[in-house]
């Protein structure tokens, strides 16, 4: 990360392979977004520290309950330095953040680095497979729903994808958890399985939550790619020249607009990937899923704002990544666009 | 003026009930969502005054668990023996409260601001979507939590926090819509006549964008009342005993398997709610961009 955050600053004066490549326009587009990516990290690292500071209650309070005398209340504060001034403990975070760690949880004493580790194996499992199961059926439907706008498949599917995206994801949770683990007992509606226990059980354990997760984004992505396609058959030359070579209609959705279209979805799907792994946190509530979110509404309960201050962290950084890498994604997908030859 | 020039093209391609028709009739997918807003809307807030419903709140625990259709509780009670409709109703009021404030305060706030940074430009531009850009990175349910655990759960607070997330989405329509407006020789022409910047802003800007704001807004209606319902299932929201779709849900859901009806029936409510904005701004924002 140090090497690509400085990529052009060596290129000019040290010819050489490696200075090639760090002058390469990947680099520099790598290196541009990860440096704008420091002041927003900033941002929210300092916004979640001053938030936080709002609570009333502290973890030593929590830890000690409430027949605990003032005195010893003080004591621990003191060992757990929440007695310093607000701005003192954030420098003293930031400067180990840097290093990667983020410190320990004031509530198990655990490092909080390990920790999330954990749990956002979890979340990144539950919210991979979303994407996976809502783009692989989003995107044959959207197709076939552009092949022949207005027909039956078409307006079906649009329905369907408009009352799904009304559905708030913890409605479709419970109802579920009513129909498939209370009504037909087909899928357990709580009671984790470790992928490292058991695939099999990991998956059956995973469905439901999977599933509240992957519809509504299915509904989106369907009506999304549908509206763009159908705007590029429509309006674009590109199209008109293609038919007009005598290709099939099949072939210009498939190989023209599908093509074009796919920059809008990936944007889409950046996006979506950013704020969906903070976004987990009633559907694992529900499903009593170890994930990040289950961790921070937990954290937040019991004031142990290290492990909170983390998890917001991650996500800030989580979201960044992954707009960074739908951006990487039109580089490679459209010759088009080649940045930093400006 | 382009709603009318959409209008009449619909009319041109799908003759439903001709020219001479109703406009509610020539115009069937914003009449239905539109009507259903408005039942739901005179449901929540004139229903519980005219309808023979019992409170929301203070029932007996003698008529706990009554079943939907018992004698004067339509849909039954709830564990503490409120009646289920009566509660619907009322948890619609803040939720439909909750949700209109949130995006008049977008719209103003979120509105203004993005106007300000697509028209000024450099470095105002710059400082304005920078602050916003953080307040997208950042966790809403953090912040939203934080509020509520810190001043307290209740409607008003529950309007703070989610304002905050209202506005950068609503700034960053707005600033799209002026960036296009400024190339459009009308604004040239107004500033050539020497106008003032705050009134091109005011009369040329703002009356150009408020038709994509508004459109927004109503997806924005389904969006907060999502997430109010989200806010108040965690317990963070409108607090019990008052009612709310969201706690009356997440009450539910303690006693799924023996009475999902509990569950099932604000799950209705807040489902046909959102689904009529939802197609309401659907079908508004499908006419301006002329689709």
């Known amino acids: 990360m140090t090497v690509a955050t400085r990529p052009g600053a060596d290129a000019d004066r040290a010819p050489g392979r490696l200075a090639a490549l760090l002058a390469s326009p990947g680099a520099r587009l790598v290196g541009k977004r990860l440096l704008m990516a420091v002041p927003i990290l900033l941002g929210v690292s300092v916004l979640t520290f001053w938030v936080l500071n709002l ?9 000690l309950g409430p027949e605990a005398t003032p005195e010893q209340v003080r004591t621990l504060e003191q060992q757990l330095g929440l007695d310093q001034p607000g701005y003192v403990r954030y420098l003293g975070w930031l400067g180990s953040a840097v290093t990667g760690d983020l410190g320990t949880s004031l509530v198990s004493g655990q490092p909080v680095t390990s920790q999330i580790g954990e749990r956002l194996a979890v979340s990144g499992e539950l919210v991979g497979l979303a994407f996976v199961v809502s783009l692989g059926l989003a995107i044959p439907v959207a197709l076939l729903a552009a092949y022949k706008p207005g027909r039956m498949f078409d307006r079906v599917s649009m329905l369907v994808s408009i009352t799904g995206l009304s559905v708030a994801n913890y409605v479709l949770a419970l109802l579920l958890v009513l129909l498939f683990a209370v009504e037909l007992a087909l899928f357990p509606a709580i009671g984790f399985v470790p992928l490292s226990e058991s695939v099999a059980g990991n998956l059956h354990s995973m469905a439901l939550p999977v599933a509240a997760i992957a519809f509504p984004l299915f509904c989106f992505y369907t009506r999304f790619l549908r509206g763009d396609l159908v705007d590029q058959l429509q309006g674009e030359d590109y199209v008109t020249t293609a038919r007009a070579k005598g290709i099939g209609p099949g072939q210009v959705l498939l190989r023209h607009a599908f093509r074009n279209s796919s920059f809008g979805l990936i944007t889409v799907v950046g996006l979506n990937l950013g704020t969906l792994i903070g976004g987990t946190v009633i559907v694992e509530q529900i499903f ?5 979110g289950q961790l921070m509404l937990q954290a937040i309960n019991t004031r142990d704002f290290v492990v909170v201050q983390a998890c917001v962290l991650v996500f800030a950084i989580v979201a960044v990544l992954a707009n960074l890498l739908a951006d990487l994604l039109y580089a490679v997908l459209d010759p088009r666009i080649r940045y930093g030859s400006r | 003026m382009a709603v009318v020039d959409a209008a009449t093209a619909t009319v041109a391609s799908r003759p439903v009930g001709g020219r001479a028709g109703a406009w509610w009739l020539r115009n069937l997918e914003i009449a239905v969502p539109a009507g259903v807003v408005a039942l739901v809307v005179l449901a929540c807030f004139v229903g519980p005054l005219v309808l023979p419903v019992p409170p929301p709140v203070g029932g007996s625990v003698l008529e706990s668990y009554l079943d939907a259709g018992s004698p004067g509780h339509l849909l039954g009670t709830d564990p503490n023996g409120n009646d289920i409709f009566s509660r619907i109703l009322h948890g619609g009021q803040s939720s439909l409260t909750v949700a209109v404030a949130v995006n008049l305060l977008g719209l103003a706030v979120g509105g203004t601001l993005g106007a300000l940074s697509g028209y000024l430009g450099g470095a105002t531009d710059t400082v304005i979507m920078r602050v916003l850009d953080v307040l997208i990175a950042f966790p809403s349910l953090v912040l ?13 607070n529950t309007v703070l926090a989610l304002a905050f997330f209202s506005i950068p989405a609503f700034a960053r329509i707005s600033r799209a819509a002026t960036l296009r407006l400024r190339e459009l020789p009308f604004m040239a022409a107004a500033q050539l006549c020497g106008t003032p910047g705050w009134r091109v802003l005011a009369r040329h800007v703002a009356p150009n964008i408020a038709p994509q704001l508004i459109t927004f807004g109503m997806l924005g209606m389904g969006i907060v009342i999502v997430i109010e319902g989200a806010l108040s299932f965690l317990g963070l929201g409108i607090p019990p005993p008052a009612p709310s779709w969201g706690n009356m849900i997440a009450q ?10 509990l569950v099932v029936w604000p799950c209705v409510a807040l489902f046909v709610t959102v689904l009529a904005f939802n197609l309401l701004g659907e079908t508004l924002r499908a006419r301006w961009s002329g689709r």
């Open chain 2, 252 to 261: 539910g859901q303690q006693s799924l398997s023996a009475t999902p009806m």
């Open chain 2, 144 to 156: 939203t939590l934080a509020v509520a655990q810190s001043l307290g759960a209740s409607q008003t």
């Open chain 1, 55 to 63: 609570i009333p209650g502290n973890a030593a309070q929590q830890l």
């Open chain 1, 288 to 292: 009593a899923l170890p994930g990040i």
